[in-house]
């Protein structure tokens, strides 16, 4: 069917369901995390729509509760790596001559899916497999997904309607937006099912075919979408599940000839590995790779002594501990004036001293636990570290208990020390530290603030004096992609803020936005000459 112009429908927000008490929404749910957390389900690996269990198994428990074990997966090794790129290779034949409304059909029923049937399923997966809160599940696993799948899709239709603007007598010019001549490798990180689902799925919905790679913490959704993705309708082959070793995935997929590319959100130092790879093994490539990857950040709040405290304070509690603060945007450096010094942390104390952690079964817990036992070793050591430091004090929290789960209070450091190693390096967990400047001396921390470290990611300045918000907006120009005036660093909506940074913090691709989707394309030009010319003669060469 090919004689209509297609129009994606116009895509808004999907509203975010609230889990009040009684609601339908809460019911279902609750019901959902009841039976997930009672069944052991085996995941195998998923190559061509067939499930292959290749016996190499790791167990998947709940991080709140060592006692919950949720089930297993199986690991793919270097045969079952190459059988899913020659198989993703074959499927890419079909794919990329299929029609791209039928594409957007898919990923448009996908989208629906998870807003109505597996809803409550998305949100207590990811409530249970990484341990968020009900709330923190519905922005990401139903919300933030959905409008990726929604808003990509329409997007697309964008890229494909941008044509050349001028047309000379006698010729019709023209774009045409292929997918790569390869497959793309999408690695995801552990932290949000939105970046998890929508890595695979913006290449795939550009007429690519994929191979994904998700985190060993985060693979239970993963395979729930692989399911969704079947029932919408999606071919055999497109996306290809395949949990594995990550050095196994270096050596077979890093070294295809047929490697198009990488969608890749996780670590700066990960992604710094993968580029130097790709970079080693240039001259085996069909294409140059697409290089894309969102990573680490050490994100900041930087307060004017104009700002208000209890905008501040909120702001701070929500955007270091929310998700135990294993968000790439997560704050985790503030710098306050002096003069705030003293109210500033009263009313941290007093409001972190009402957060409730515990497990997600429980609504009423603002936090659960940090993702895994890797995690939380990571984490306690720099608390350790600050504990015993000279020039820094543990001033809020610094607990830490991991007989039931990963449990790490939410924590606040304090330093003047502007290399302190918690205030430079990324923790990735429930940690605050926490720098007083003389409030004559402000320019010269937004300095600092600008320079403090290799990330860009976000960052965050409060205050009600417009000089100073057009200052800071100044200096630290370069300091982060996304850029927030008097709101927590946290919490981009898809369509609203797309999403990402420069620096030491990624591409800044912005997931979300057509720049991430036009990444995927390999355009061709294509001009028609309806009148070509029949002779060599120009007209300066006519005799003189
Ligand atoms: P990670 O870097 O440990 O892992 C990310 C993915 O890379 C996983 O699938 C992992 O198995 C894989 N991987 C690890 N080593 C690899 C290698 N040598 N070769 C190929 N793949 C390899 O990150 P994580 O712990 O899952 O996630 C947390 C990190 O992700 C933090 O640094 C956080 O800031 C970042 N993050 C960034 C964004 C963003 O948008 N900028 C969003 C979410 C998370």
Excluded at 244 to 273: E, Q
Aim: proline residues 5%; aromatic residues 12%.
């Amino acid at each position: 069917m090919n004689n209509s112009v297609f129009n994606v429908p116009h895509p808004s927000n999907e509203p975010v369901l609230e889990y009040r008490e009684g609601s339908k929404e809460k019911k279902e749910l609750k019901a959902a995390l009841k039976e997930l957390s009672e069944q052991y389900i085996e995941i195998p690996v998923i190559i061509g729509g067939k499930e292959i269990k290749s016996g190499n198994t790791v167990e998947i428990t709940a991080p709140f509760d060592h006692s919950i074990k949720l089930g297993k997966f199986h690991q793919a090794g270097p045969k079952e790596i190459q059988l899913a790129i020659d198989t993703a290779m074959e499927a890419r034949k079909a794919w990329s001559k299929m029609p791209w409304f039928h594409r957007a059909g898919i990923f448009l029923k996908v989208a629906e899916l998870i807003s109505t049937k597996y809803r409550a399923q998305m949100n207590a997966a990811t409530m249970l497999s990484i341990g968020k809160t009900a709330v923190q599940a519905e922005i990401d696993s139903a919300c933030e997904l959905i409008d990726f799948l929604r808003f990509n899709t329409y997007f697309m239709q964008q890229i494909y309607s941008e044509q050349p603007m001028l047309n000379s007598k006698g010729m019709w010019n023209s774009l045409q937006y292929r997918p790569l001549e390869g497959f793309v490798l999408a690695v995801t990180p552990f932290n949000f099912t939105a970046i998890s689902g929508n890595l695979p799925t913006a290449p795939a919905m550009m007429g690519n075919v994929c191979i994904w790679k998700p985190s060993t913490d985060a693979v239970y959704v993963p395979y729930l979408l692989m399911k969704i993705f079947k029932e919408a309708g999606m071919p055999d082959g497109i996306i290809n599940l395949i949990p594995c070793k990550s050095s196994d995935l270096s050596n077979i997929a890093f070294s295809s000839r047929d490697f198009g590319g990488i969608h890749f959100t996780g670590s700066t130092k990960v992604f710094k590995t993968i580029w130097e790879t790709i970079g080693k093994n240039i001259w085996d490539y069909k294409s140059y790779p697409r290089i894309v990857g969102e990573t680490g950040g050490k994100d900041y709040i930087f307060a004017h002594n104009t700002a208000d405290i209890e905008q501040l304070v909120a702001a701070s509690v929500r955007g270091s501990f929310e998700y135990q603060g294993q968000k790439c945007s997560a704050a985790s450096r503030a710098y306050i004036p002096m003069s705030m010094k003293d109210e500033y942390m009263k009313r941290m104390k007093e409001v972190i001293g009402t957060i409730k952690m515990g497990s997600p079964f429980d609504f009423t817990n603002f936090m659960t636990a940090c993702v895994s036992k890797k995690a939380f070793k990571d984490i306690t050591s720099y608390i350790d570290f600050a504990k015993d430091a000279k020039d820094a004090e543990v001033a809020i929290g610094g607990g830490y208990d991991d007989s039931k789960g990963w449990f790490i209070e939410p924590t606040v450091i304090t330093t003047q020390n502007l290399e302190f190693k918690t205030f430079k390096e990324e923790i990735f967990g429930p940690v605050l530290t926490v720098t007083f400047y003389e409030d004559a001396k402000c320019d010269e921390y937004l300095e600092y603030c600008n320079s403090g470290n290799e990330y860009a990611l976000t960052g965050a300045i409060f205050s009600s004096e417009r000089e100073f918000i057009a200052k800071a907006l100044e200096v630290l120009e370069d300091s982060a992609g996304n850029f927030y005036i008097n709101d927590k660093p946290t919490g981009a909506v898809v369509g609203q803020q797309p999403f990402g940074g420069g620096r030491g913090s990624g591409t800044n691709d912005k997931a979300g936005s057509y720049l991430n989707l036009i990444r995927w394309v390999n355009t061709r030009t294509i001009k028609e000459n309806f009148v070509p010319p029949v002779s060599i003669e120009y007209p300066h060469m006519e005799a003189e």
